[in-house]
Structure formats: C-alpha cells, structure tokens
C-alpha cells in the first residue's frame, strides 16, 4: 500500500495588542492619563521595524481611559525563530512608549496599580487575534476557546497589586467589567445566526454587541482586526515573554480547530451555565477554583448523577498536555513553553505553593522577596528596558526556587515535545523527576476527560481497555449518558461504537437483573473477566426502562471489583409505531482480574 497524501494544519497569522496602563503620579486639571495618552498618540515615538518591514502601532480604547495597546499587525509567527525577531520588536516598541510617557510626566505600568485615584481606568487585556480561513474556522475556533474559557482565565488573569502586596484571585479586569460576557456557543457564522446570537446578548445581557464576548468572532474593531477572531480572555501581562507564550497557546487553540474542520468534527456543546459558572469561579479565585462538580438532573428523571469537581489547576494541565501536538508542530522551544508548562507542573507535583505558575504568582512572590519591588517606579523602569521585558520572568523565580526540580522539570518537557504522550499505564516522567511517586497505573479520569481520550482517532482496544479502567477508579456513579449528550448527536453515536467491545463480548438481556449471579449477569461479568470488559444490552418497550435501571441501583457494585458503566438509555420508535427503550451497561474488569 502506498502514501498518497499526508496532511496537517499548520498556523495562519495572528496579532497581537500588548495592554499597559498609563500612570500620572501627580494627577492634576488637564493633565491626567486620558490627556497624556492623547498628547502620546499625537505624537507617538519612534517605532522598530517588525520582520515584514510593518511597525507596531500605539492604539487606545473608548472603556479603558488609562489603557494603551501595542499593537504588532498580523505577523507569522511559525517558528522559534519569527517568535523571536516578532518578541524583540516588541519589547523595544513597548520601553520606546515607556519612555516616552516618562518624557510627558507619566509611568507606563504593568494594569492594576492601586494607588491611583481611578485603578480600574487602566485594566484592560492583552488582544490575541487570529487569521481564520472561513466562517467553519470562525465557528470553530470561537467554540474551541469557549468550551476552554475557565482554565485559560486561571492562568491568564492578574489581580490588582499595591503596597501591601497582590490582591487575592483570578482576575481584577473581569470581576469588575459589566462590558465583557461569557461567549456563546455558535451553530454556525452565517449572518442570519449571528444576528440570532445579538438579539440572545440583548436579552440577556442588555448587550447586543458580539464583541462584548469573551471571543468576538469578528475580530475587534478598535484593534485593527476586522475579520479574523478576537480572544479577549487574557489579562494585559507584565512581560512580552509572557504575552508571547499566550499567544502560542492561542495559536495551538487555532491549530486544533482546523483539525476538527479537517476531520469534520464539531465542537461539543457545553450548556452556557456551565460556562457562566466555571468562569465565574475562575474570574473570583484563579487556580485555587474549583471547576465542575454540580450535580443535574437526568432528563429521565432518574436521581442526579454526581460530578467530581476538578481544581482549575489540573484542568490548565489537562489542556496544555492535549495542545502539545500543536506545539511540536509549531516548532516550540523548552524556553517558550517554559512559562506555561513549567510552574504549574511543578507545583501540582510538589503539592506546594512554592513554585510560580502565572504572573499573579510572580508579583506576590516579588513582594515577599522585597516589600518595594511593586512600586510605580520599580516596574516602570523594567518596562522601559527590552532584554528584561523578553526574560521569562515565571522561570527565573522557579529557578531560584528549587534549581534541582526545575530543570528536571526542563528535561521532562523537552522530552515531551521530541516523543509523543506516555501512554496510558505508563508513569509521568514530570512526576518521577519531580520527586512524586512513581505509579504503573493511569490516573483517575472524569467523564469528559475520559471521552476526550476515547474521541483518539484510530485508539487500540487496548488503549481503550486502559481508558475505562481508569475512568473506573474516579469512583462514584459511573454513568456516561449525560457527558455523551453533551458532545452532540453524531458524536455521542461515533464514542459509543468505540466503547462497544467485538460481537463474542456482547450479552443481550430480556430482563431486570434480580442478581449479579442471574445466568445473564454471570454470562458477561465471565466475560469482562475474560475479555477485559463486555456490553450487557437491553431492548424492551419503553415503560420497561426505569425497572432495569432501578435494578442496576439495587446490585450495588458487582462482584471482583468488576465495575459498571451505564452507556445508553434511550428510546425510539419501533414497528407500528411502538415505543421502545433500550440500555447499555458496560461491565469492566479491573487489570488484575483480566490479565491474570
């Protein structure tokens, strides 16, 4: 058989507006922020020369008085190399502003500053905005950001910062903004659903702008980005070092949407107030969140399905590790990777607040170290000098905290972008080099972790053998219909062909199981033992339904540790119109017992 074709999605172009605030330490009539911002753009500095021969353009907005933005154009950045060139452009575009706001009696600072008489003037973001190639792209990658909305706010978000140290929490900018809402989901991009989407902002919000989203798939406006996707999630940072590896992570979210588009897969739908609920827990507490874990009720009527909450720190994990594919595509370098990996590996692996994992972290532990380190006239000087604005700042403190774990940490990531993903069972070197112990056993997954690691185009039955026994030993009530619904029609049908073992490992059933040593149950727990795991089935008219699950409830766990999963329970429309149900239990064995 011969190769006909290989292909992949590689990056388009993107911009970024790199967000600082103006501070006049001697605020007077007519000579405040919003005046020296004009008396700035009226007369901006010299600006270097980007790699495509473009310079970065100063640019303000109308709700941020004391807000300006950098702004490098539509650049490339595909490789180390152009991150680099596009990085020291703008860092030296960044101290020339600095430098000169210091000329017009002002400061150019890092956005929160408290000691102002308006702190909140100068909040704004650092605006990430994307080439798209097509309303299937917008749609696509809108929706990526969206379902991905509370982990990147946990490690993006920066809290206001004065004298006495860094407010607690995740983001001042969204805690406070009535003008910025959680994206909504989008069917499509065609104008009429658009406008559909305005009038639903109107309703709810008392906003009909889509640029009041968290996502504006039409680009912002005021940053010059008409067309292309706008991601307006991210805190204005400190450092260009950490706007650039923001702006890799956003590139990676642009990647793996493409390939969905490539594949013809669609983004799950994640109900909004689950969105609305974990943002609002990310925006108030950062990384100490706790995301998920409300309990629903079925639309069945059957009791609520409980949902283990997940720290908003191993769902940062959990998407950086699904985006290193896209990483290595890019090319990405250990140093650029570094300020988003490196921290928040080493801190879940330490279980210790030690190490550094976004900027929040940064400024507090500068203020520990040095109770002036925060002052206006500290951070401005930083700002006006470009080898220390492209110093990755994150690293260097986790350095100083513990040299040895940090460059295991550097080992284990290098590794990481030169060999694919360990496989489940085998242990994560990060942990080992870190100093945890070492385990032969995958960890626990939650339902969507599990189904995202299922949705593995091509998966052995192997590798899905290993993802269930995994999801067995989260423990609780193993139902996956409520997570499958989630993902939408079509792909709720493809997971669960996936999940159903061969022919010979199917147990059809007639009846309620009384017991687990009825003929049938002892038929398919021999099998899971055998197998590893088997599918008991039911197809029954629909009023029958609701007695095979209340008879799954009565069992209780099923013996030799063989654990069982509800994957179906639906009804259709059978010959002459007769309802009928149908439920599926997937019976899994757990390791020792299949592979004795």
Sequence with gaps: MALVAVSRSGPLRQRIAKGYGVHVPDPRPGHGPAELIAALLANPPLMPTLPDGGTCVLRTGTRARAALWIDTGRVSLHDAAARTRVAGVLAAAVAAVAVAVRGLGGLLLPTGWLQQPDPLAGLCADLHSVEVLGPVQRELLT???????APLIALTGRQLYGPGGVTPGGSARLS?????????????????HLDRVRTRLHQEERLGRLEAMDVNPLGEAEAGARDDVTVRLFDAQVTVSGALAHALLVQALSMSSRELERTGRRVRVVPQPVIERDRARAVAHGFAAELGGDEGRRGDGAPPAPVKARPAAQAVRELLHRLMPFFRQLEATVDELAPLFIGVELAESAGTTTFVRNENDLLARWWSHDATALTPERLGQGLTMPDWLTTDQVSAMNRHASAGRWAGA???????LTHPDPGPGRPDSASVRAGAKDTTRAAPLTGEQFLDRVAEPDLPAAQVLDALRAYCRGGGVLDLVRPLRSRGRDDARALRRVLRPR???????????????DSTADRALSTAREKGWALLRWDLPEQDR???RKALRSLGRAPDGVRHILLTDTTYTGRENE???TVEVLLVAPPEEADR
């Design 143 to 149: 929706n990526t950001v969206r379902e991905h909305t």
């Design 579 to 581: 309802r009928r149900g």
């Design 410 to 416: 550097r080992v284990w990531l290098a590794e990481r």
């Design 176 to 192: 406070r903004s009535f003008g910025q809402v959680a994206t909504r989901y989008l069917d499509s991009c065609s104008p009429a």
């Design 546 to 548: 609701a007695r095979v």
């Design 503 to 517: 022919g010979e490992q199917r147990v059809q059933a007639t009846e309620p199981l009384s017991s687990w040593d």
